[in-house]
């Protein structure tokens, strides 16, 4: 038997399904994928098969595994003990670099998880403006607490439906203070503002909507949310644990030149270790204890190894060069897969923006919104992804919805075109 299906046989004996995270499994082949060491854009699993990395942890890996500028700055922070729950110098550096990279940060506060930094952003966005409501955008992921995990009942598509919870132990009751509208639907926006304008504590949004795949907002959209929620009092809230650092410095927000009033920043920033972030404004900020009333606090926020990595991350990122290359690899990447699914005459779709990218199999047209992403064929994915992590190409798919995919910045030229010599394989297999 394969060690990495043995091994996590084993795991399911004492982990709860075999995994410490349930997306975790791969969908695709029916269990977790078990790796034991990565270098680069590789990954090799525990039976010593080698892929070509295009999940990069859930997008926590931007540089590229085994980064030596992160080992370098973990390093430096294990010799001086790594003590936990104090704050040295290397805080306030991560903090500058941050504010003055991301156009909306003034103050930021460490966190641990992307789901903790949309949560107490959430908090805070309410106790600045004294108000409970949140818009949020059908099929944006904001993390696992209660108070976002909600979807609609019925169909797609609707304004302000009946939302169910996503999981069972949600706490009822939280979905009176939600509002949830299609994305990209401006006009709808308005609707929602002109009826509870100055109940609306914050408009919370993926504002390059990765978790769909990889859908833009329009102009239009990016526009209305800043215009709505300046005029009515209301927070804008970024969400770009996925998307900072994606495909400029500055993150989504940087890139459609709509600068929010507070975001949260995950993934990416701690360069493949542990740490989130969320800020914005001075003003607002400043609710947070013990300046504010607002409580933020844990054992483990602004732990010094994830610390010390993110600042490592954030000067890479810097780099002149950095961004010019992942926009090449991800040209030559994303016309590589087009040309190969014409090739094949397989019905494959890829929208991509800097180091994220999705695959919409059977769709023919511009992916701008959740129902339009859900209608991707979910079948044609699973065996996508089977056939390419066969001939060693890894993806990951979570189940049902749509998936995003990325490569790190490690990878070169020479890298892709393997890639898609393995991927011609896999995809012939489609038909
Ligand atoms: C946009 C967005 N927000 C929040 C989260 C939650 O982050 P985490 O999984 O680190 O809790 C994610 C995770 O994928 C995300 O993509």
Redesign the pocket.
């Known amino acids: 038997m394969s060690r990495v299906v043995e091994q996590y046989n084993r795991a399911c004996n004492s982990l709860a399904g075999g995994v410490s995270s349930s997306t975790r499994v791969n969908q695709a082949i029916g269990h977790a994928m078990l790796f034991d060491r990565a270098e680069g854009c590789r990954v090799w699993d525990l039976d010593g098969r080698e892929y070509i990395d295009l999940c990069c942890s ?2 926590a890996t931007l540089l590229g595994h085994g980064d030596v500028r992160i080992r370098a700055a973990v390093e430096r922070t294990l010799a001086r003990g790594a003590a936990c729950s104090y704050e040295n110098e290397l805080h306030a550096e991560l903090g500058e670099l941050l504010c003055e990279t991301v156009p909306c940060l003034e103050r930021v506060r460490f966190t641990g ?3 903790e930094a ?1 949560m107490h952003c959430i908090r805070l966005a309410r106790a600045f403006t004294g108000r409970t409501k949140l818009v949020r955008f059908e099929g944006n ?4 607490h209660d108070q976002v995990m909600w979807a609609a009942e019925g169909e797609l598509g609707q304004v302000d439906p009946r939302l169910a919870p996503i999981s069972t132990g949600v706490t009822p009751g939280i979905d009176q203070h939600l509002i949830q509208i299609p994305y990209n639907r401006p006009d709808l926006l308005q609707q929602v503002f002109e009826q509870h304008g100055n109940e609306i504590a914050a408009v919370i949004c ?1 504002a390059v909507y990765y ?1 769909a795949g990889c859908v833009l907002p329009t102009d239009e959209f990016a526009a209305a949310m800043r215009r709505l929620a300046t005029e009515h009092g209301t927070l804008l809230i970024f ?1 770009e ?2 998307s900072a650092f994606r495909m400029c410095a500055g993150g989504a927000q940087e890139y459609l030149g709509v600068t929010p009033d507070l975001c ?1 920043i ?2 990416s920033v701690g360069g493949g270790y542990p740490i ?1 972030v969320f800020g914005g404004r001075e003003e607002i900020m400043r609710r947070l204890m013990p300046e504010g009333d607002c409580q933020h606090s844990g054992t483990y926020n602004g732990h010094p190894i994830p610390v010390a990595a993110a600042g490592a991350a954030i000067r890479a990122f810097r780099e002149p060069a950095f961004y010019p290359h992942i926009h090449a690899i991800s040209e030559r990447l994303s016309s590589g897969m087009t040309k190969l699914f014409e090739k094949h005459d397989v019905p494959g779709r890829i929208q991509a923006l800097g180091a994220r990218f999705g695959i919409y199999f059977g769709i023919d047209h511009e992916v701008r919104d959740y129902a339009d992403a859900k209608k991707h064929d979910c079948d044609m994915m699973l065996r996508f992804i089977a056939a390419a992590i066969e001939n060693g190409v890894y993806f990951h798919d979570y189940g049902g919805g749509a998936v995003h995919h990325g490569f790190c910045a490690a990878m070169q030229e020479a890298d892709v075109d393997e890639a898609l010599n393995r991927l011609d394989v896999a995809i012939a297999t489609l038909g």
């Open positions: 859930h997008g998880a992307g789901t949309t992921f904001h993390g696992y993926e978790n969400d644990i996925l949260t995950g993934k989130s």
